[in-house]
Every structure is written in C-alpha cells, then in structure tokens.
Nanobody
Framework: QSQLVESGGGLVQPGGSLRLSCTASQIKLNWYAIGWFRQAPGKEREVISCINNKGGTTKYSDSVKGRFTISRDNDKNTVYLQMNSLKAEDTAVYYC???????????????????WGQGTQVTVSL
C-alpha cells in the first residue's frame, strides 16, 4: 500500500501550468527528502526534482529546470511541484517518493527512494 498520495494532475494546454501535491496520511514527511519522478508512455521513469527535509536544497533535471519549482510545507505534510510553461513532452504519469533516511540533502537517483505514491496523470495537449 502506497504511503504517499499525489494529486493535481489533469489535462492542460501547452504553455499552461499545473501544481502537483504529494502528501501522506500515515507518515510525517518532514524528516525525509522527497523526489518527483515521471514516466512517459514507452519510456523509463526519470527523476525530475528533489527537495531536502527542510526545503533548503532543491535540485532539478535539465528537462524541467527553469520551468518547474519544487517546494514543501511541512506543517501541511505536503510537497508541491509547480509546473509552468508545460510542453507536450511533459505528458507523463508523475510520482512522488520519499527517501526514508534523515533527509539533510536529496538525491537525483531513483534507488534511494523507498516509499512511493500511485502517480497522477499529466497530459499536455491542445
């Protein structure tokens, strides 16, 4: 059973924006680094962003840098991914995941993330 839950996906036109949320009901996220990932049809899942436990460290893949912003509100137990200037190639299922160690930093690699959500679909199309 997934411990994380993503929301906020949907259909948006090119150039539009969406904000994804990642929350958890059974664990407190404020200890952990969180990563956002996506998997497009026919492609492998890729890491696109991560944030450390206090929000002071953020990282982005080249494919989203300058367009996406990761943030977190630990009081709300939620991590966000603000996506602007969306392109058709951003169409994918988006996942969040927690690195279940003390998250003083975050890693842009999938293998350290142990707790995953079920994903939310983002479709960018006219």
């Amino acid at each position: 059973q997934s411990q994380l839950v993503e929301s906020g996906g949907g259909l948006v036109q090119p150039g539009g924006s969406l904000r994804l949320s990642c929350t958890a009901s059974q664990i407190k996220l404020n200890w952990y680094a969180i990563g956002w990932f996506r998997q497009a049809p026919g492609k492998e899942r890729e890491v696109i962003s991560c944030i450390n436990n206090k929000g002071g460290t953020t990282k982005y893949s080249d494919s989203v840098k300058g367009r996406f912003t990761i943030s977190r509100d630990n009081d709300k137990n939620t991590v966000y991914l603000q996506m602007n200037s969306l392109k058709a190639e951003d169409t994918a299922v988006y996942y969040c995941a927690a690195d279940l160690r003390y998250g003083e930093t975050c890693y842009m690699t999938e293998d350290v993330y142990r707790s995953w959500g079920q994903g939310t679909q983002v479709t960018v199309s006219l």
